[in-house]
């Protein structure tokens, strides 16, 4: 690659930093459609796209639109986990932080670690995407409004007013909810790993929906591992100072949405699939605190989903526990 830029993404701004040799250039756009435009007019009178590597954190969707962009104008283009630039800048004593020196750091990071490329995912995987995290903000707002609801001494018409949004959300939830299940049964290659994964008991379909629109194609993972670095459950182990001594902990360096989502089922999986619930009655047998059976649980989970998807075959209590 003969160029490496750095993109420090925002609701509004795309803060810019193109590397070549020792030169630096920076500049700033418009997050939008037209500014998207004019990254790609700026960049090209430089260099040629197929010698550029652009890179930018994965901060949801105000990143997502540019990302495809410059995909579809033949850049290569990676999305990198915050943790990852997070751990960048402290391994380069990196203290200030700007708009500007976060571009510069992670084109530093762009070119220095040669960060894995990225690709858009599928339509059908974009539009399950979409509908997951519609599911998810509305989810969250029926909270705020049960929560205000719980405040005492409230008036009879603000008690109505919240009683009716709770009504309404309730309706589009379950009206979302359909969505999902229609895309997720009327399309080739969602449905057949959709059916595989209701086998393992403790999935249920809003889990399943969310791991097949965050993980993509689970099985593109090399390996489990990278899967479960992926989600951010991969252990951590403190290996310096009086540090070593404690114990260790997850990375959380990937997923959070995949975590969170992990959580409830877990719970679930902990008292119903057998598999799980022999591993968690062996680590309480062994004195491992609650949280801790809980994040394993999280882990073997993702285990189980890997391999049923990998294998093609449906969960069998008799093959994992052999296994």
């Known amino acids: 690659m003969d160029g490496y830029v750095g993109i420090d ?46 890179a930018l954190e994965a901060t949801g969707s105000y990143g997502e639109a540019v990302a495809e962009y410059l995909y579809a104008q033949g850049y290569r283009v990676s999305v990198v986990n915050p943790a990852r630039i997070k751990g960048y800048a402290t391994s380069q004593m990196q203290r200030n932080k700007t708009d500007k020196l976060d571009a510069a750091l992670i084109a530093d990071f762009c070119r220095t670690q040669q960060a894995e490329a990225w690709t858009p995912p599928a339509p059908e995987i974009r539009q399950l995407q979409q509908l997951v995290r519609h599911l998810d903000a509305l989810t969250a707002a029926r909270q705020v409004a049960k929560n ?43 449905k057949p790993q959709a059916d595989l994964l209701r086998s393992i008991p403790g999935l249920g379909d809003t889990t399943i929906s969310k791991l097949l629109a965050e993980c993509r194609d689970i099985r593109a993972f090399r390996d489990v591992r990278q899967l479960v ?13 009086s540090s070593i001594h404690k114990r ?13 989502a992990l959580f409830m089922p877990a719970l679930t999986a902990m008292r119903f699939n057998p598999v799980l619930h022999t591993l968690a009655e062996r680590l309480r047998a062994r004195g491992l605190a609650g949280k801790a059976i809980v994040v394993a649980v999280m882990r073997m989970l993702l285990h189980l989903v890997y391999g049923v998807l990998k294998s093609g075959q449906p969960f069998d209590p008799n093959w994992a526990i052999a296994s």
């Open 9 to 54: 993404v925002s609701k509004d701004r795309l803060d810019v930093l193109l590397v070549r040799g020792e030169k630096r250039e920076g500049q700033h756009f418009t997050n939008t459609p037209t500014g998207d435009a004019k990254l790609h007019g700026w960049l090209s009178r430089r260099l040629k796209a197929s010698a550029v590597h652009v």
């Open 148 to 190: 205000h609801l719980e405040q005492p001494g409230l008036g009879r018409p603000i008690v109505q007013h919240w009683q009716d949004q709770l009504s309404l959300l309730d309706a589009h939830i379950a009206q979302t909810q359909r969505a999902i299940s229609d895309w997720l049964d009327q399309h080739p290659t969602l």
């Open 229 to 241: 670095a992926f989600a951010g459950l991969n252990p951590r182990h403190p290996l310096s100072g």
């Open 248 to 260: 260790p902990t997850i990375s959380r360096t990937g997923s959070a949405s995949l975590r969170s």
